[in-house]
């Protein structure tokens, strides 16, 4: 089941800042529901393992996770793959920093998700949101965080 979102939030914070905080692994983590540990494996490349759910079901993940055609501050590509409980993840996502004007950025993401296994199969209505739900509150809570709010 393949699915595809995207978002433009605003940070206050310039893009030097931001960037910082889109390739620290600790950082971007700490906006994933679920995450029990990070791994960083060498720069751009680390494993991370967590917790997915979808309704009632929680199911232990592994992610790697790679940074890719980074052009610093502009751009890169975050490739994660992840197994668990029977199912499979494949996410690609596309990040582009823009200054927005009076020290703030625009975090312009893209990403495309593949998901098999187990939790395909509980319906694709259900995936959908369940994924659009996470996906869209990683990323307004990286953007919150990243701006420096609370």
Request: charged letters at 25%.
């Amino acid at each position: 089941m393949k699915l595809e979102f995207s978002g433009a939030p605003e940070i206050i914070a310039t893009r030097q800042k931001v960037w910082a905080r889109l390739t620290d692994p600790d950082f971007v983590a700490a906006s994933a529901p679920g995450v029990e540990s990070v791994e960083k494996l060498e720069p751009g490349h680390f494993r991370v393992a967590s917790g997915i759910g979808v309704g009632t079901m929680r199911l232990p993940f592994r992610l790697e996770v790679r940074l890719l055609d980074a052009v610093e501050p502009d751009s890169v590509r975050m490739h994660a793959i992840g197994t668990g409980a029977g199912s499979s993840v494949d996410v690609l996502s596309d990040l582009r920093l823009e200054a927005a004007g009076d020290g703030r950025t625009r975090l312009r993401w893209s990403a495309t998700t593949d998901v098999t296994g187990a939790i395909a199969n509980l319906g694709p209505k259900a995936v959908e949101v369940a994924a659009r739900h996470l996906t869209e509150q990683f990323w307004s809570d990286f953007a919150r965080r990243a701006g420096g709010a609370p």
